[in-house]
């Protein structure tokens, strides 16, 4: 039973039918030109429709898919790397940084202590080498601590 | 001869122990900053160009420092597709194919010098190609409207069935993918959002330097964390280094060839370097007998793209230079200098001030050999980072890309942006769909749309207007032979081995 | 890759280092891409004001493309109103976008308008081998057949490129401007080119895009928008003496965020006069085809509104908004 591809066309067909009703209600304006901000779209809608359909029909031999702890873990992952986008700029670099790190090198490989150090060590090199050797503007720690 | 005349007034100007100890700096400097996932060749000039003002530089000696790390990050920019499986640049993309294969083998080394050397003669002979040709190919950017580059782009499209999985589908929807991407922001046309829903931050679109480093990068992070660092090539046991000489002579055929296909894309100001290395790769790909070893790391797969992308980089100047029409993101960097230096490109630059066009040439090729010979020593040095363990590694790799990323915008939004096309990345290559296209598709989708929409405004909406050239008809006949080739090569070999000659999604 | 960059860090910190040392750096945003005239403005006088010494450490260019200007410009209202260290390129495409409403909803007095240094004249040129050889021509050329002249502009459909052909028409008589072909394409070196390739008829852009192409003969300017005829341009005749009564000047020039002390926008008032009567920035603006044209502090600012309004009239009337 091959279902990844056959699931994966048939969402491939909604996202498709759903930009392409998303396009036909795209604003034009009256000084537009003959092809108009809808076509294209909804052009590309299409085509990808119809390879969603032969995704189905023809599925290629199912792939590896991982077990739940996998996933499991790789959903603990993309959850630490959107949470570290949003606290990069009120925490600052340092910590933030130094607690992903880890948490990354501990998901690679589960051994606490090494992944702890490499991870404060990973936030203070990348700091360095970022703020003073390319110049870039980071800010070291959270506003309220710097005073 | 007056070229060579020229040459000695370049190197005269640009050539002196300080200028050279510059190229050395930019050079290094230059090549970190394009390895790094997400910093390329345009943050390195941008970067540089207040210290060059710092340092009291005058024109010729900042012109030298930032061709040279301009050159530097379109060598570095390799050094991660290769190590890593994670193009540093856009242009570097198509690196992966082979580099990371070979890399995997052991055979990081050899891939490193054979693609060193693969710039070093697309660099090379783009810079002889520019001064010679410079001031006749500025002609080249008049006889391409709207029709020509819509044609242009179709041609890149079509020739992408070439390159696809098992599953042809899979390849037309990845484009697909990237194109509707593209479709995001306000249209030029009509000044209208399209797909952004009311959010400021995708008003400019989808950047796809957000879009490279999630599908590679953080979709790499992933894999890792799957497979604990299993089947990839850190901790593969390295050949010893040593310069490849068979290879290198093997390749010398396609180091030419996408040489010239290369310096002709960047002369295009439409095309640049990522459709040069695009076209140089498939190109090679398709005249070579031995088709099954592509994707699996052969040597010529190195070659082509990144003599490809170097020439197209020496390519994209002479738009640059004679129009004023930077071809690339880079080369609008260094129009930015320039203009800083209150040196305005255009037709007369090259009668106006020849100073400043041969100073640059000459700091130019003084940036190519210096590149050169720095390359072996520092080859020696970049494979190292397959020594470190993955568990470091990879969680570098990610800050890295979160830093060079939030440094464009400076918004959260961008690095959200960049999580979820790691996770899609994921996705798409466990279902082994190519990413290649779905960069190439937010890479060109804009342009070819805008093509197509300002040729029928020229053309009142008569769609025939498309084909009323010499040019555009040219490129409609490959773009169909492109598309039709495999399909008919398919049937007349025998099955099994093209399905594997064309496996490139792993 | 974390030891091999610690080695990088020897050879380039020792350089960087002082170019970040400084605490207290001024910074420009150039709310577009490198390359163009707002990038042009920042980085010229960032050099010039360290040149004169009126700021100590030199000033980092930033560029942050996006919306058309739109994204810095709500950046700064929102995240940074009080930076008395930031300034931003600004020019009449800024106020166009204002005035149309393409900021998505900000308004012209959420920031300070500090000053113009220059200004870029308008211009509408043709291929050298076009039959047109006045405005007048080419604006009969229009009026018989509305398609047999299309115009290429680096700014967007209905931005103030497009305004230009627009209004010399409509100063002409000739309302329907559906009818008028314009493409916006990546520029005016851009839009040059596939005027002199032959796709389009003609080109409209400002003065500095079009110098180094009048130099070398490869277009002609048919007309420049402007009060009077350009210092070192003098053979290029007016719109306005050919009977079309048009000006449309680009400006070039600064805001800072609103929420700055009044002593802050004086002293930024104060070192923009001083860039403007600078040697350094009167050779630059000769070399690119600028007039001069400065105006600071309060004086700009009333100048700003009235422009605002009279674009907002001026987008009605020609049916660019409604």
Not at chain 2, 216 to 233: L, Q, T
Request: net charge negative; proline share 5%.
């Amino acid at each position: 039973m091959i279902t990844g591809d056959r699931i994966f066309g048939l969402v491939v067909i909604l996202v498709a039918l759903a930009y392409v009703a998303s396009a036909t209600q795209i604003q034009t304006s009256f000084l537009s030109d003959p092809v108009g901000p809808r076509a294209f779209p909804i052009l590309i809608g299409c085509v990808a429709a119809i390879c969603g359909l032969v995704m189905i029909l023809r599925p290629d031999p199912e792939a590896d898919w991982p077990g739940l702890r996998t996933l499991g873990r790789l959903a603990v992952a993309l959850v630490a790397l959107v949470v570290y986008a949003y606290l990069l700029k009120p925490l600052g670099f340092l910590i933030p940084t130094a607690v992903v790190a880890a948490l990354l090198g501990y998901q690679i490989r589960p051994r606490a202590a090494p992944a702890i150090l490499s991870g404060i060590g990973l936030s203070v090199g990348l700091f360095v080498i970022f703020r003073f050797a390319l110049g870039l503007g980071l800010v070291a720690l959270p506003r309220a601590l710097m005073g | 001869m007056d070229i060579l005349s020229n040459l000695a007034l370049g190197f005269s100007i640009a050539l002196s122990p300080f200028t050279l100890m510059l190229a050395v700096v930019g050079a290094f400097v230059g090549t970190i900053i394009g390895a790094l996932p997400g910093l390329g060749p345009s943050n390195g000039v941008a970067i540089l160009i207040p210290l060059a003002f710092t340092m009291g530089l005058d024109a010729t000696s900042s012109l030298v420092l930032l061709t040279s790390v301009y050159y530097g990050a379109m060598y570095g920019g390799r050094i991660s597709s290769i190590l890593l499986n994670i193009p540093g640049d856009e242009p570097a993309l198509m690196t992966t194919l082979d580099g990371y294969p070979m890399a995997k083998q052991g055979r990081a080394g050899d891939a490193l010098v054979i693609s060193g050397v693969a710039s070093f003669v697309g660099a090379f002979f783009a810079t002889i190609g520019l001064m010679i040709l410079a001031p006749m190919l500025a002609r080249v950017a008049y006889f391409f409207g709207p029709a020509e580059y819509f044609a242009l782009y179709l041609l890149a499209f079509c020739t992408l069935g070439g390159m696809a999985s098992q599953n042809q589908a899979k390849a037309a929807l990845a484009a697909c993918l990237g194109l509707g991407i593209a479709m995001i922001g306000l249209d030029n046309n009509t000044g209208m959002p399209r797909f952004t829903y009311g959010n400021l931050h995708l008003m400019d679109g989808v950047d796809f330097l957000v879009a490279i480093v999630g599908l590679f990068a953080i979709a790499e992070v992933f894999f890792f964390i799957e497979s604990h660092g299993r089947d990839s090539a850190v901790g593969v046991k390295l050949g010893k280094i040593t310069i490849p000489v068979k290879d290198i002579i093997g390749s010398t055929g396609a180091m030419l060839r996408s040489t010239v296909i290369g310096f002709f894309a960047g002369v295009l100001p439409g095309a640049g370097a990522s459709l040069g290395s695009f076209m140089a790769y498939m190109a090679q790909k398709a005249i070579d007998p031995d088709k099954a070893s592509y994707g699996k790391g052969n040597p010529r797969g190195v070659a082509a793209p990144e003599a490809g992308n170097n020439a197209a980089a020496g390519g994209a100047l002479v738009p640059m230079l004679t129009l004023g029409v930077p071809g690339s993101g880079t080369t609008a960097v260094l129009l930015a200098l320039l203009m800083t230096l209150n040196i305005t490109p255009g037709p007369t630059l090259f009668t106006d001030r020849p100073d400043v066009v041969w100073g640059l040439i000459a700091s130019l090729l003084i940036a190519n050999v210096v590149l050169l010979v720095m390359n072996v020593p520092m080859v020696k040095i970049f494979v190292k980072v397959l020594m470190v363990p993955a568990w470091i590694l990879m969680p570098g790799v990610t800050m890295v890309s979160f830093v060079g990323i939030y440094s464009l915008t400076g918004s959260y939004f961008d690095l959200v942006l960049m999580i979820a096309f790691g996770a899609l990345g994921y996705v798409l290559r466990k279902l082994d769909v190519p990413t290649v296209p779905v960069i190439l598709g937010i890479l060109l989708g804009n342009q070819m749309e805008n093509a197509l929409r300002r040729a029928m405004t020229l053309s009142d909406g008569d769609w025939t207007y498309l084909f009323s050239t010499p040019i555009a008809i040219g490129l409609w006949v490959a773009a169909i032979a492109g598309f039709v080739a495999p399909m008919f090569l398919r049937g007349v070999m025998k099955k099994p081995a093209i399905a594997d000659a064309d496996d490139l999604a792993d | 890759m974390k030891f091999t960059l610690l080695k990088a860090l020897g050879t380039s910190a020792a350089i960087s280092l002082m170019a970040t040392s400084s605490g207290w750096a001024a910074e420009c945003i150039a709310p577009a891409n490198p390359g163009g005239g707002w990038d042009f403005t920042c980085r010229q006088v960032g050099k010039i004001l360290y040149d004169l010494k009126l700021v100590d450490a030199p000033v980092q260019v930033t560029n942050m493309a996006g919306a058309g200007g739109g994204l810095a410009y709500s950046t700064v209202v929102n995240d940074r109103s009080e930076d008395a260290n930031l300034i931003v390129a600004a020019s009449s495409a800024t106020t166009t976008r204002l005035a149309q409403n393409a900021f998505g909803g900000a308004t012209a007095d959420q920031v300070r308008f500090v000053g113009a240094i220059g200004a870029d004249p308008g211009v509408i040129v043709v291929a050298k081998d076009s039959p047109f050889q006045t405005l007048g021509d080419m604006v009969e050329a229009i009026k018989a057949d509305p398609g047999s002249v299309a115009f290429a502009g680096g700014s967007a459909v209905g931005g103030f490129d497009h305004m230009k052909p627009l209004q010399v028409l409509k100063a002409a008589g000739f309302n329907d401007i559906t009818k008028i072909k314009y493409i916006s394409v990546d520029g005016g070196a851009d839009a040059i080119t596939q005027t002199v390739g032959g796709f389009t008829q003609a080109m409209t852009g400002d003065m500095s895009e079009i110098v180094g192409f009048i130099k070398s003969g490869e277009v002609r300017a048919l007309a420049v928008l402007t009060e009077e005829r350009v210092p070192g341009f003098d053979d290029i005749p007016t719109a306005r003496e050919q009977g079309f009564d048009v000006v449309a000047v680009n400006w070039r020039g600064l805001y800072v965020p609103k929420g700055i002390s009044d002593e802050a926008f004086n002293g930024w008032a104060d070192k923009l006069k001083a860039v403007a009567e600078s040697d350094e920035w009167k050779a630059s603006m000769e070399a690119n085809g600028l007039a001069p044209f400065t105006l600071v502090g309060a004086e700009f600012q009333t100048w700003i509104d009235d422009v605002v309004a009279e674009t907002v009239t001026l987008s009605k009337e020609i049916g660019v908004i409604q």
